[in-house]
């Protein structure tokens, strides 16, 4: 399995409060995904990442940011939590792009209340 | 754990026996497929993945089949056992860009 990391990897915060989640990979990958999972949705891509400082959005990216200062870390933050955002967040990465499978981290449970 | 999907439909099948689970893509376009595993408190699996330009692909004890016709996409694992219990999940890509994944099917293997 590709070394990927997430932190932290479940968290409780209130509604207002800002949160930073932590991807951290140690393959060299240039892509890097965020995702986030829920019941009846499947995964959904929140931003992405082609690069250094290289981020795209993605399907629902809105009250999300992201950040890509080094090759090996992708971070998420939720600027001011909402309830809507309780989900469980996953990071990917890949090496290319076009046919390239996604390593997964094992993801991060965040409770809004 | 990290797993979502109390709601999923479940296919339940008896070890030994082969699974077939099955999965409705959304795009005509789409040129790549992947079909994941996750188990509770993990983070998706790559089990095998096809391009449109194929029809089926096999590996290690699973097979995929694409249907372009009807966008449909399937995962046949062959001999299941308990290790393969866990939700499956498809996912879509048009040039390898930014996948969309399917709701998932839970597979419940029974003794």
């Known amino acids: 399995d590709a070394g990927i990391t997430q932190s932290p990897r479940h968290k409780v915060t209130e509604t207002g409060t800002p949160v930073t989640l932590r991807c951290h990979q140690t393959?060299?990958?240039?892509?890097m995904y965020w995702y986030r999972q829920d019941p009846g949705h499947g995964l959904r891509l929140i931003h992405y990442?082609?690069?250094?400082?290289?981020?795209d959005k993605g399907e629902v990216s809105d009250g999300y940011s992201v950040s890509r200062s080094k090759t090996e870390d992708f971070l998420l933050t939720l600027e001011s939590a909402t309830s809507s955002q309780t989900s469980v967040y996953f990071c990917?990465?890949?090496?290319?792009?076009?046919?390239?499978?996604?390593?997964f981290g094992p993801g991060t449970r965040l409770t809004v209340l | 754990g990290e797993s979502v999907g109390l709601h999923l439909p479940t296919l339940s099948v008896q070890e030994g026996d082969n699974s077939i689970i099955n999965c409705a893509y959304s795009n005509s376009a789409s040129d790549y497929f992947i079909w994941y595993k996750q188990e509770s408190g993990k983070g998706p699996q790559f089990i095998i993945d096809i391009r449109s330009n194929m029809d089926k692909r096999q590996g290690q004890r699973v097979t995929v089949l694409l249907n372009k016709t009807v966008k449909h996409l399937s995962l046949q694992i062959a001999a299941t056992q308990p290790g393969d219990s866990a939700v499956y999940f498809c996912?879509?890509?048009?040039?390898?860009?930014?996948?969309?994944f399917g709701p998932g099917t839970r597979l419940s293997v029974l003794p």
């Open positions: 996912a879509e890509s048009l040039y390898g860009q930014n996948f969309v």
């Open positions: 990917a990465s890949v090496q290319g792009q076009g046919a390239d499978e996604q390593f």
């Open positions: 393959e060299n990958h240039r892509y």
């Open positions: 990442s082609y690069g250094v400082k290289d981020t």
